[in-house]
């Protein structure tokens, strides 16, 4: 009987503790969990900054090597267009074009006149 | 009760299977622990191995993979003529190449590359199975057909970016400019002479790339340009030059023909041509022959026109005057058992009437007046048996024997220009320092070089060497000479409107069948300056082997005139007998701003 009683105390002791200590406890779990979360995420962040940055690296390696490439077709375009200049600018050709299409010739000293 | 009873049954059984369920699910729990742990020490384990053990192999094998060694492009720098003008520009061109020994399927790589480059595929395949273990597919292959070739991914194939030379102007300057070969290193001319400054610097540099050889990035590399050449040459008398000479070896019928322009003061050297000629853009076709620069490396007996410098010695030593009196001797001499004759009869000649109607009696008498020792000492003094050091490959000092090797003969011989070889840029670079008052000056061609940063890394200025004669005797011989074009052999000189000062040549040359002068093979020569007060051009023609119009004064002569009245043109050179137009204040500006 007074086993029966202890008991019966016991349980009514455990049930009002579990009361009481069960709010506490999930507020700590809940805590645990936000702090992991937190904690994770963090982690994530750091980790996805990471892999963003490396991808970043590279789409502007790709971007500069790209420009690069392109700076360099636009010079050798540009070279290209000077040797065809100098070509064009060739005296020879000149004076054929003046002599042979355009009927120019050469002046006379007398027709000269030198400014200064 | 049956209901209870099966209750309680049940609850006994519960209570019974709650731990052996309990145990079970420990069993399982340590079970999948264990193969966790078990692949994660395997893993763990592996990945130690790789990352430690094998680290230095697998980075090596990962390297490969993603970098690779690629040469930067080198371009040669540019060579311009005084005025800025490009003479000689690189461009990058692609050459496509492979080792034949890792081409895995020479049929497939062929037929693939065939498409790519437009190419026989027969051809490919060909030099595939040359045996050899590089050979080139492609070479000035363009950007794209590059670009191609590495998108095919081909084991064994690869491209190449090299610079390649180009000559805008042909066959202008060709001589002076030299060639490069397929190795895009100078063989000739200047391009060899200062290759070293014109080749850009080749370097490695590691490139990352991903798996369709795209480029990621690369290794910083300095400038690989190399250094420009900005030359003393003027475009516009060089083509003048060119023109004239052409013209002349064409009209003559003449074997060859060389032609010097050089401002007499400085040492400039305004043109220097040679027909026949060539295209450096394409060499190999030319003949040796043709692509001989013969205005620096030949030489020839300079005939009469060496009369110039038995006659500065004389004067120098105050031997002879300018109206001292010569015994033509009817136009024949004999010395050392040997006839030397004229070619006419002359009775007397003043000293400036024998350089005039260039008699050969009377400058023997000069030379013998001047005597051995001291014409050896005016014809060193002069230059000759020397370089001129003028930054040309493979100049040739000439040949002239020492006074103790001359024969009786010899000092007659040597006062008309024979038993001696010069250059043509030697008898130019003696007249020059007639023309500028005695003074030996060194002739170059290239002013200045500078770096891809605009740095100058060389700058050649007016050397002068040594002073020959003292400028009275050389404003005195300009005076003589002035006379062979007014009145003497070089009448066809004569520019109108400038006063020409010169001395012509024809001298004969060896037969090398007999040894002996040759009756009909000559060369003509004349070398000269313009205008005489204040000389601004000295201009050399030498025509080898004419076969019409065999005199120095009827074919170089007419050609010096041409050269000269086209150049004091292009150079604004006001005529003596016309008053320079003088433009009012306010359009002169505006023409200033015009120009």
């Given at each position: 009987?007074?086993?029966?009683?202890?008991?019966?105390?016991?349980?009514?002791?455990?049930?009002?503790?579990?009361?009481?200590?069960?709010?506490?406890?999930?507020?700590?779990?809940?805590?645990?969990?936000?702090?992991?979360?937190?904690?994770?995420?963090?982690?994530?962040?750091?980790?996805?900054?990471?892999?963003?940055?490396?991808?970043?690296?590279?789409?502007?390696?790709?971007?500069?090597?790209?420009?690069?490439?392109?700076?360099?077709?636009l010079?050798?375009?540009?070279?290209?267009?000077?040797?065809?200049?100098?070509?064009?600018?060739?005296?020879?050709?000149v004076?054929?074009?003046?002599?042979?299409?355009?009927?120019?010739?050469?002046?006379?000293?007398?027709?000269?006149?030198?400014?200064? | 009760?049956?209901?209870?009873?099966?209750?309680?049954?049940?609850?006994?059984?519960?209570?019974?299977?709650?731990?052996?369920?309990?145990g079970?699910?420990?069993?399982?729990?340590?079970?999948?622990?264990?193969s966790?742990?078990?692949?994660?020490?395997?893993?763990?384990?592996?990945?130690?191995?790789?990352?430690?053990?094998?680290?230095?192999?697998?980075?090596?094998?990962?390297?490969?993979?993603?970098?690779?060694?690629?040469?930067?492009?080198?371009?040669?720098?540019?060579?311009?003529?005084?005025?800025?003008?490009?003479?000689?520009?690189?461009?990058?061109?692609?050459?496509?190449?492979?080792?034949?020994?890792?081409?895995?399927?020479?049929?497939?790589?062929?037929?693939?590359?065939?498409?790519?480059?437009?190419?026989?595929?027969?051809?490919?395949?060909?030099r595939?199975?040359?045996?050899?273990?590089?050979?080139?597919?492609?070479?000035?292959?363009?950007?794209?057909?590059?670009?191609?070739?590495?998108?095919?991914?081909?084991?064994?194939?690869?491209?190449?970016?090299?610079?390649?030379?180009?000559?805008?102007?042909?066959?202008?300057?060709?001589?002076?400019?030299?060639?490069?070969?397929?190795?895009?290193?100078?063989?000739?001319?200047?391009?060899l002479?200062?290759?070293?400054?014109?080749?850009?610097?080749?370097?490695?540099?590691?490139?990352?790339?991903?798996?369709?050889?795209?480029?990621?990035?690369?290794?910083?590399?300095?400038?690989a340009?190399?250094?420009?050449?900005?030359?003393?040459?003027?475009?516009?008398?060089?083509?003048?030059?060119?023109?004239?000479?052409?013209?002349?070896?064409?009209?003559?019928?003449?074997?060859?023909?060389?032609?010097i322009?050089?401002?007499?003061?400085?040492?400039?050297?305004?043109?220097?041509?040679?027909?026949?000629?060539?295209?450096?853009?394409?060499?190999?076709?030319?003949?040796?022959?043709?692509?001989r620069n013969?205005?620096?490396?030949?030489?020839?007996?300079?005939?009469?026109?060496f009369?110039?410098?038995?006659?500065?010695?004389?004067?120098?030593?105050?031997?002879?005057r300018?109206?001292?009196?010569?015994?033509?001797?009817?136009?024949?001499?004999?010395?050392?058992?040997?006839?030397?004759?004229?070619?006419?009869?002359?009775?007397t000649?003043?000293?400036?009437?024998?350089?005039?109607?260039?008699?050969?009696?009377?400058?023997?008498?000069?030379?013998?007046?001047?005597?051995?020792?001291?014409?050896?000492?005016?014809i060193?003094?002069?230059?000759?048996?020397?370089?001129?050091?003028?930054?040309?490959?493979?100049?040739?000092?000439?040949?002239?024997?020492?006074?103790?090797?001359?024969?009786?003969?010899?000092?007659?011989?040597l006062?008309?220009g024979?038993?001696?070889?010069?250059?043509?840029?030697?008898?130019?670079?003696?007249?020059?320092?007639?023309?500028?008052?005695?003074?030996?000056?060194?002739?170059?061609?290239?002013?200045?070089?500078?770096?891809?940063?605009?740095?100058?890394?060389?700058?050649?200025?007016?050397?002068?060497?040594?002073?020959?004669?003292?400028?009275?005797?050389?404003?005195?011989?300009?005076?003589i000479?002035?006379?062979?074009?007014?009145?003497?052999?070089?009448?066809?000189a004569?520019?109108?409107?400038?006063?020409?000062?010169?001395?012509?040549?024809?001298?004969?040359?060896?037969?090398?069948?007999?040894?002996?002068y040759?009756?009909?093979?000559?060369?003509?020569?004349?070398?000269?300056?313009?205008?005489?007060?204040?000389?601004?051009?000295?201009?050399?023609?030498?025509?080898?082997?004419?076969?019409t119009?065999?005199?120095?004064?009827?074919?170089?002569?007419?050609?010096?005139?041409?050269?000269?009245?086209?150049?004091?043109?292009?150079?604004?050179?006001?005529?003596?007998?016309?008053?320079?137009?003088?433009?009012?204040?306010?359009?002169?500006?505006?023409?200033?701003?015009?120009?």
């Open positions: 009987m007074r086993d029966q009683s202890i008991a019966a105390w016991t349980s009514v002791g455990r049930d009002r503790a579990n009361s009481l200590l069960k709010p506490r406890i999930d507020q700590i779990r809940r805590f645990d969990l936000l702090q992991s979360l937190v904690l994770g995420g963090a982690v994530l962040v750091v980790v996805l900054f990471y892999v963003w940055q490396h991808v970043q690296v590279v789409r502007l390696g790709y971007e500069v090597e790209y420009l690069a490439a392109e700076r360099a077709a010079t050798q375009q540009q070279k290209e267009l000077r040797l065809e200049v100098a070509r064009l600018m060739s005296l020879r050709r004076e054929e074009i003046a002599r042979g299409q355009l009927g120019l010739t050469s002046p006379k000293s007398g027709q000269v006149i030198v400014l200064e | 009760m049956q209901r209870r009873a099966r209750g309680k049954s049940s609850d006994t059984g519960a209570t019974r299977s709650a731990p052996v369920k309990r079970l699910l420990r069993r399982r729990v340590t079970m999948l622990f264990c966790l742990a078990a692949a994660l020490a395997i893993i763990s384990g592996q990945l130690f191995s790789l990352q430690v053990f094998r680290y230095s192999e697998l980075a090596r094998v990962a390297d490969g993979q993603t970098s690779r060694r690629v040469p930067t492009v080198s371009r040669r720098g540019t060579i311009y003529d005084r005025n800025g003008r490009e003479l000689a520009i690189s461009l990058a061109t692609s050459s496509i190449f492979a080792r034949p020994s890792q081409v895995e399927n020479p049929e497939r790589a062929s037929a693939a590359l065939s498409a790519a480059l437009s190419l026989p595929a027969e051809k490919i395949l060909e595939l199975r040359a045996g050899k273990s590089f050979v080139y597919i492609k070479r000035s292959a363009s950007a794209e057909e590059a670009e191609a070739v590495e998108r095919l991914m081909l084991k064994g194939i690869g491209s190449d970016e090299q610079g390649k030379r180009f000559y805008p102007k042909a066959q202008q300057a060709a001589h002076l400019l030299g060639f490069v070969g397929t190795d895009d290193r100078g063989l000739e001319g200047l391009e002479q200062y290759d070293a400054y014109l080749a850009g610097k080749r370097q490695w540099i590691m490139r990352q790339q991903d798996a369709k050889r795209r480029p990621i990035f690369k290794e910083e590399a300095d400038e340009q190399g250094s420009d050449l900005h030359l003393t040459i003027d475009e516009v008398i060089q083509y003048i030059t060119e023109r004239e000479l052409e013209a002349a070896v064409r009209q003559s019928g003449a074997l060859s023909g060389s032609a322009v050089m401002d007499p003061f400085s040492g400039e050297i305004l043109a220097l041509a040679n027909y026949p000629t060539f295209d450096p853009n394409i060499y190999a076709e030319a003949s040796a022959f043709a692509r013969r205005a620096v490396v030949d030489y020839y007996e300079p005939g009469s026109a009369k110039a410098i038995v006659g500065a010695g004389a004067l120098e030593e105050r031997l002879v300018p109206e001292d009196r010569f015994n033509g001797e009817g136009g024949a001499i004999e010395v050392g058992g040997v006839t030397i004759r004229d070619h006419e009869r002359f009775e000649l003043t000293f400036a009437e024998v350089m005039a109607h260039s008699s050969n009696v009377g400058a023997i008498k000069v030379g013998q007046r001047l005597g051995k020792s001291h014409y050896y000492d005016y060193s003094g002069f230059g000759f048996g020397n370089l001129t050091k003028i930054d040309l490959p493979g100049e040739t000092p000439g040949l002239i024997r020492r006074p103790k090797e001359w024969s009786a003969l010899s000092l007659a011989s006062s008309i024979q038993e001696i070889s010069v250059s043509p840029l030697q008898m130019l670079t003696a007249m020059s320092a007639i023309a500028n008052g005695g003074n030996l000056v060194r002739p170059y061609v290239t002013k200045s070089i500078v770096a891809a940063d605009g740095q100058v890394v060389l700058e050649n200025a007016p050397m002068q060497v040594r002073r020959v004669i003292s400028e009275d005797t050389a404003r005195t011989l300009a005076t000479l002035k006379g062979v074009v007014t009145e003497g052999t070089g009448k066809a004569a520019v109108e409107g400038f006063d020409v000062a010169g001395k012509t040549g024809t001298s004969q040359k060896v037969d090398r069948a007999t040894g002996r040759s009756r009909h093979k000559v060369v003509a020569s004349f070398v000269g300056f313009v205008p005489v007060e204040q000389p601004r051009l000295a201009i050399i023609v030498v025509i080898d082997e004419p076969s119009l065999r005199w120095g004064g009827s074919i170089a002569a007419p050609t010096f005139r041409e050269i000269a009245r086209e150049s004091l043109k292009h150079l604004r050179k006001t005529p003596v007998d016309r008053e320079p137009f003088r433009l009012a204040e306010g359009i002169r500006n505006a023409a200033f701003r015009l120009n």
